[in-house]
């Protein structure tokens, strides 16, 4: 019984692990390229052993959307709290501590969010580039424009890889990279192929 129970858990394991390939495989071979410019990295280390730390411009302008969004529903949060405690709320009571604890809640909780932004193959500077139009409010994407994924970790934005790990000894051909190139999953998720 012992030895069926281990066979069972090894075939379930090689099973999700074969399907997690194929799915790789599926992104790499049908996958939309694209090329999201990439953002200095800190100049005392931008090359460590045998990978590149990398950031994308994509990355501060999701960023900087996202704060412009949180600043004008925090305006909306403070007039609607002046107006209950004005006793112009629907009910013409006063607003409750609570109500200010709530919305110090939310904003915690929006730090690691999630979501997507809309980006456009603009073909500038060259072909595949793509550039941030805005985040994801559910309209129709235009036919140019895709869906990219993203996590808010703290004040840190996510969209691709961190990092790209290269063969020993060719450091010198990604120190110059402009781009880092992806293929593009149906579910916004990035698949990074190279650097050029």
Do not use: C, W
Not at 47 to 55: E, F, P, Q, S, V
Not at 83 to 89: D, H, M, P, S
């Amino acid at each position: 019984m012992r030895k069926l129970y281990i066979l069972a858990v090894l075939v379930l394991f090689l099973g999700g692990y074969a399907l997690s390939v194929y799915r790789l495989e599926t992104v790499l071979a049908e996958g939309k390229t694209i090329l999201l410019p990439l953002a200095p990295v800190d100049p005392r280390a931008p090359l460590m052993g045998d990978y590149m730390a990398l950031r994308y411009v994509v990355n501060n302008d999701i960023r900087n959307a996202l704060r412009r969004q949180s600043a004008a529903q925090s305006a909306g949060q403070k007039a609607a709290q002046m107006n209950a405690e004005n006793g112009g709320g629907t009910d013409g009571s006063a607003s409750s501590p609570t109500a200010s604890a709530n919305s110090r809640n939310i904003d915690d909780e929006s730090r690691n969010a999630e979501g997507f932004a809309v980006l456009r193959i603009t073909n500038d500077p060259v072909p595949h580039a793509a550039s941030f139009v805005r985040l994801d409010d559910g309209s129709p994407l235009q036919a140019d424009e895709f869906l990219l994924a993203y996590r808010l970790r703290g004040y840190e934005v996510l969209t691709a890889a961190t990092a790209f790990y290269f063969q020993e000894g060719t450091a010198h051909q990604y120190a110059g990279a402009k781009f880092g190139v992806f293929k593009l999953a149906p579910d916004g998720k990035t698949l990074l192929v190279g650097l050029m």
